[in-house]
């Protein structure tokens, strides 16, 4: 047996201790013991009870607990106290924010057992009245539930591309004549993806069909009608659509888009599609120009596409330069020239926007004034050595709770742009954050706005905004926004990617790079900006390094 799985059992021991109002001398040496355990440098497993009462922390009754753990893969006192706690409350007490105490007061006082009749209790307001509970308490057990539903069986994009590509290979190989390809969320690029679904076109439908459901592409297979589900390794749940190959692009079209869109459409084709052979021929017959897969949300494109007005979506090839990148200056692992040289020889690109951490960001070594001299020295060094590529000197500067930038301005005035973000103080309500967002953007000196919600996708939801009062000052102070393309970022939102692009925002994607390898990210940026409708004509990152040089001086002529 490993530490872990020991240090874990002790844990629980220790919570389930302190739920049934154990001896607090006990459950506090059971908790330090299972620390101990799980930083241990070295196995437990195989050690005596003598050895184990030896090694510091543990002590005699824990130590002879372990061996009985290890013995049995039990202990009894554990056990005991499981058969006298209902699974839905040892379950509870794994909630992010609440110990076993506020377990215990809910479950013995309010009656509830399990996640979702505490989820019902705070949306009928039941546990402000409880002992050592508030509205806050509540409202943020309510949040982390809410999450912890939306996430479960879903993975970020950049989780699935690989197994997705990997299995259409698969499914190639064994249809080398079959027509294949991805739908659902992953083909219209979705951020989170809950279900892959494929669409495969064989000559004989029942053939590939029962092929497929004796294979072992995937685990927990089903066979139900023409479908065939299961999972991957990696949890997602996959489906696999078997038709015959005169109707593929029917079903490609029908599993692609939201369910809107597709009844929305097959509503303007007015007689029954029969048969098409390319999806173009069914947006042909609805009376508009084909619809890209990432557009297909809903109805937001449909009239665009009837006036034959669609943008050019941005691709990967319009992508000039990198701005917001971190080097070993703050919390990066490479060089400033490192990651310059990459994006010059690997990546042809033309420019290198550099934005270490400001000084307020001392976890990640934000620079100092001083160092920030220093930096630019460095920049200035390289810039002459370099041929054909710039080296711009940006900082990612914190906002501050105040809404203020992090340097004084005439330590403002000597980068070529500035990125502005929040890292600290995340715990805000919209007014707040809206506000703090809005100083910021004010500020003469802003030139980016970054990662403008904080979100981490599947694992922390951002504070919450008022995009258009957010996006309406970013056109009034003609700042531009970035499109964070860290894949658990995302953010600007592609949802509001066409409200800044009316109002006149230019955006830009961004990988927030801290190595070389960070730059790749740019792709899933590329990605959603596509899906939320951006062209390059109003990508600043799209600018050669003539006209961004130009935009950087404007900006500093007008402060
Ligand atoms: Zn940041
Ligand atoms: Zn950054």
């Given at each position: 047996?490993?530490?872990?799985?020991?240090?874990?059992?002790?844990?629980?021991?220790?919570?389930?201790?302190?739920?049934?109002?154990?001896?607090?001398?006990?459950?506090?040496?059971?908790?330090?013991?299972?620390?101990?355990?799980?930083?241990?440098?070295?196995?437990?497993?195989?050690?005596?009870l003598?050895?184990?009462?030896?090694?510091?922390?543990?002590?005699?009754?824990?130590?002879?607990?372990?061996t009985?753990?290890m013995k049995?893969?039990?202990?009894?006192?554990?056990?005991?106290?499981?058969?006298?706690?209902?699974?839905?409350?040892?379950?509870?007490?794994?909630?992010?924010?609440?110990?076993?105490?506020?377990v215990?007061?809910?479950?013995?006082?309010?009656?509830?057992?399990?996640?979702?009749?505490?989820?019902?209790?705070?949306?009928?307001n039941?546990?402000?009245?409880?002992?050592?509970?508030?509205?806050?308490?509540?409202?943020?057990?309510?949040?982390?539930?809410?999450?912890?539903?939306?996430?479960?069986?879903?993975?970020?994009?950049?989780?699935?591309?690989?197994?997705?590509?990997?299995?259409?290979?698969?499914?190639?190989?064994?249809?080398?004549?079959?027509?294949?390809?991805?739908?659902?969320?992953?083909?219209?690029?979705?951020?989170?993806?809950?279900?892959?679904?494929?669409?495969?076109?064989?000559r004989?439908?029942?053939?590939?069909?029962?092929?497929?459901?004796?294979?072992?592409?995937?685990?927990?297979?089903?066979?139900?009608?023409?479908?065939?589900?299961g999972?991957?390794?990696?949890?997602?749940?996959?489906?696999?659509?078997?038709?015959?190959?005169?109707?593929?692009?029917?079903?490609?079209?029908?599993?692609?888009?939201?369910?809107e869109?597709?009844?929305?459409?097959?509503?303007?084709?007015?007689?029954?599609?029969?048969?098409p052979?390319?999806?173009?021929?069914?947006?042909?017959?609805?009376?508009?120009?084909?619809?890209?897969?990432?557009?297909?949300?809903?109805?937001?494109?449909?009239?665009?596409?009837?006036?034959?007005?669609?943008?050019?979506l941005?691709?990967?090839?319009?992508?000039?330069?990198?701005?917001?990148?971190?080097?070993?200056?703050?919390?990066?692992?490479?060089?400033?020239?490192?990651?310059?040289?990459?994006?010059?020889?690997?990546?042809?690109?033309?420019?290198?926007?550099?934005?270490d951490?400001?000084?307020?960001?001392?976890?990640?070594?934000?620079?100092?004034?001083?160092?920030?001299?220093?930096?630019?020295?460095?920049?200035?060094?390289?810039?002459?050595?370099?041929?054909?590529?710039?080296?711009?000197?940006?900082?990612?500067?914190?906002?501050?709770?105040?809404?203020?930038?992090?340097?004084?301005?005439?330590?403002?005035?000597?980068?070529?742009?500035?990125?502005?973000?929040?890292?600290?103080?995340?715990?805000?309500?919209?007014?707040?954050?809206?506000?703090?967002?809005?100083?910021?953007?004010?500020?003469?000196?802003t030139?980016?706005?970054?990662?403008?919600?904080?979100?981490?996708?599947l694992?922390?939801?951002?504070?919450?905004?008022?995009?258009?009062?957010?996006?309406?000052?970013?056109?009034?102070?003609?700042?531009?926004?970035?499109?964070?393309?860290?894949?658990?970022?995302?953010?600007?939102?592609?949802?509001?990617?066409?409200?800044?692009?009316?109002?006149?925002?230019?955006?830009?994607?961004?990988?927030?790079a801290?190595?070389?390898?960070?730059?790749?990210?740019?792709h899933?940026?590329?990605?959603?900006?596509?899906?939320?409708?951006?062209?390059?004509?109003?990508?600043?990152?799209?600018?050669?390094?003539?006209?961004?040089?130009?935009?950087?001086?404007?900006?500093?002529?007008?402060?």
């Open positions: 047996m490993e530490n872990k799985p020991i240090a874990r059992k002790l844990r629980l021991l220790s919570q389930l201790m302190e739920l049934h109002e154990g001896n607090p001398f006990k459950i506090k040496s059971i908790a330090n013991a299972a620390f101990k355990v799980d930083k241990l440098p070295y196995p437990v497993s195989g050690k005596s003598a050895e184990l009462e030896k090694i510091d922390g543990i002590g005699k009754s824990t130590a002879a607990k372990v009985e753990l049995t893969g039990t202990m009894a006192e554990l056990q005991d106290l499981l058969d006298q706690t209902p699974a839905g409350v040892v379950e509870m007490m794994g909630i992010k924010g609440i110990g076993p105490k506020k215990a007061t809910i479950w013995r006082e309010l009656g509830i057992e399990n996640q979702g009749e505490l989820y019902y209790a705070c949306n009928e039941r546990l402000v009245e409880a002992k050592g509970f508030g509205l806050k308490t509540q409202d943020e057990i309510h949040k982390v539930l809410e999450f912890n539903m939306a996430s479960h069986g879903k993975f970020l994009f950049a989780q699935v591309e690989a197994e997705a590509n990997k299995l259409i290979d698969q499914l190639k190989g064994i249809f080398p004549e079959g027509l294949i390809d991805c739908a659902g969320e992953f083909r219209r690029y979705c951020e989170i993806i809950s279900k892959l679904i494929i669409v495969v076109g064989s004989d439908q029942e053939i590939a069909f029962s092929t497929l459901s004796q294979s072992d592409l995937l685990a927990d297979i089903k066979a139900e009608a023409n479908h065939v589900t999972k991957l390794e990696n949890g997602l749940n996959v489906e696999i659509v078997c038709v015959e190959k005169r109707f593929f692009f029917q079903e490609l079209f029908v599993q692609t888009g939201d369910d869109h597709v009844k929305a459409i097959l509503q303007r084709a007015a007689d029954t599609i029969d048969q052979t390319s999806e173009e021929l069914i947006y042909t017959k609805a009376g508009m120009e084909f619809i890209r897969p990432e557009l297909r949300e809903g109805t937001t494109w449909l009239e665009k596409a009837e006036r034959n007005t669609l943008p050019t941005i691709s990967y090839h319009d992508l000039k330069g990198t701005l917001h990148n971190h080097s070993t200056w703050s919390d990066g692992i490479n060089t400033v020239e490192e990651m310059a040289l990459y994006c010059r020889d690997e990546l042809k690109l033309e420019y290198l926007g550099m934005c951490h400001s000084k307020s960001a001392f976890y990640a070594k934000g620079l100092s004034i001083e160092r920030v001299l220093q930096q630019q020295e460095e920049i200035d060094h390289l810039n002459k050595k370099l041929n054909d590529f710039q080296i711009f000197k940006g900082i990612e500067s914190d906002i501050l709770y105040d809404g203020s930038l992090d340097y004084p301005d005439e330590i403002l005035q000597r980068f070529d742009f500035i990125v502005a973000s929040v890292h600290s103080i995340l715990k805000m309500d919209e007014e707040k954050a809206t506000s703090r967002l809005i100083k910021a953007i004010e500020n003469p000196h030139t980016i706005l970054g990662h403008p919600t904080g979100r981490l996708l694992s922390r939801k951002g504070y919450p905004i008022d995009y258009k009062k957010v996006i309406d000052a970013c056109a009034a102070n003609k700042v531009i926004i970035e499109i964070n393309a860290n894949p658990l970022r995302l953010d600007l939102d592609w949802r509001w990617h066409q409200y800044a692009l009316e109002k006149g925002v230019w955006l830009s994607i961004n990988p927030d801290h190595r070389k390898e960070g730059f790749l990210d740019m899933y940026g590329l990605l959603v900006a596509r899906k939320g409708g951006l062209y390059k004509e109003r990508c600043l990152n799209a600018l050669s390094l003539q006209e961004i040089t130009a935009v950087f001086n404007q900006k500093k002529v007008n402060n």
